[in-house]
């Protein structure tokens, strides 16, 4: 009977003890599940400006749904999604109201299961007469739209009949005066059509909104270009006569001397550069159109457009740039100067010498190696002579495919609040002070080598060393025969113009490194 007592009691205080630990172990989740709320108010975080109201008072959204498309202080879109189920109990939101931060825009009261019967959806819809009809159709017009914008903000008004003004600049800049018509006339009509009231192409959902995410914003549009130049390339020249690589080196001084002007033009009321924006702006100094969207693309994207607007129609400019400052640096004498004949360049040095840089690249600057990369697996399939048929795809179908596609993503960004501003000129000043001191830094070295060296180097082809490939050479060429009608120096100018793109991307790959 003892012993049995015991057992009693034993499992008694067993039991309390098991119950007292589940009690210990469940509380803390009790509590949790008590603190779970059942309504979510939306505020807003920084100043907003409504652009699309997806939803309204009443209705029930599934998490994930998008509810309104908003606009930041600096001119970038925001998408507010439902972060749970539930229905819309509290809502501010409408077209053009602007919103201070920590303001309330909505609340949303948590539903884990929402129920729609087909009988209430029926119930609840009613056809719209006939006037309602033709007014809901009145206000959907783009007119209608630009004038009830300009009421809200200017940018959504006069702002988008000047951007498309611009955008028809910009193509008859490329089809009437020729002026790198395979980027500009697609930028213009990307620009047009970004700017159209009311048809959405560049907000979420959009078809050039998609272009510009999956082709830009994650660089593969810039690298297949990269790709389809180095297809386009020969070495040649620069490897008969490496010191010409120096050349395409010291071109690029544009590129950093361009970053310290724009971050001294803060001074400026109105303006505001980072560092990181800084460092877009000076790419430009490159001459390089490909490197500056995909640098701007990770540093800075609010300047995309600008500056891609900015570095193609100078690479046009090149032959009203350059001529004058290489005159101006240079005497009559010098310009006349003839250079000695190339030497042959083998196969194998052709073929060896992208893996060298590839693998040059890959341990001294990995930052630069997408560009350098994409660029040598161009020129390798190029110069080895057994993937013609991929090599004729780089240099025609996919380059050609790619770059209609570059230049409408590269519209979709010149939005009124993001391109009619101050930034926007001194982007462009900075823009024609970068060309010029890349142009000056490459004759000026020239003159320099040709006093240390006994191999005279004429100093025009200094400012082929900026990378408008083969526009730069050209324009040398030209200059040249002015002075001399003998002296040929386009094959010559090939050298630092092909090294300049080679020292634009690395450029690019410091920067990047560094920001």
Known sequence: MRNKGKMLISEFFLKRFFCFLILFTAFPFLVYSQAVP??????????????????????????????????RADGSKLTLRAGVSGRITEWKMEPYRSFKDGEILGVLQVQPLIIETNSQEKSEFQDPSLGVMFEQMQDSTGLARIIRGQEMDWSEGIGRVLMMLIGFILLYLGIQKKFEPLLLVPIGFGTILTNIPGAGLS??????????????TTGIFPLLI??????????????????TALLGGAAQFGIFATLLGALALNWVPGIDFSLR????????????????????SQLSPRLLGSIAIAAYSYMALV?????????????????KMEMRQLRYVSRREKIMFPLLVLILCGLLLPSAAPLIGMFMLGNLARECGVVDRLSDTMQNALINAVTIFLGLGVGSKLLATQFLNLETVGILILGVIAFAIGTASGVLLAKLMNRLSSMPINPLIGAAGVSAVPMAARVVNHVGLQANPQNHLVMHAMGPNVSGVIGSAVAAGVLLSML
């Open 38 to 71: 059942d309504r979510v108010t939306i505020t807003a975080r920084g100043p907003l400006q409504v652009s699309e109201v997806r939803v309204k008072l009443g209705d029930s959204v599934l998490s994930g749904d998008i509810l309104a498309v908003m606009k």
């Open 203 to 216: 907000e979420p959902g959009g078809l050039l909104y998609y272009v510009y995410e999956m082709g830009i």
């Open 226 to 243: 990269f790709m389809g130049i180095g297809a386009m390339t020969d070495f040649g020249p620069m490897l008969a006569n490496p010191r």
């Open 277 to 296: 924006d800084a460092a877009s702006i000076g790419i430009i100094g490159g001459a390089d159109g490909p490197t500056a969207i995909f640098l701007s």
């Open 319 to 335: 032959p009203l740039i350059q001529p004058p400052i290489m005159k101006l640096l240079t005497t009559e004498k010098e310009r």
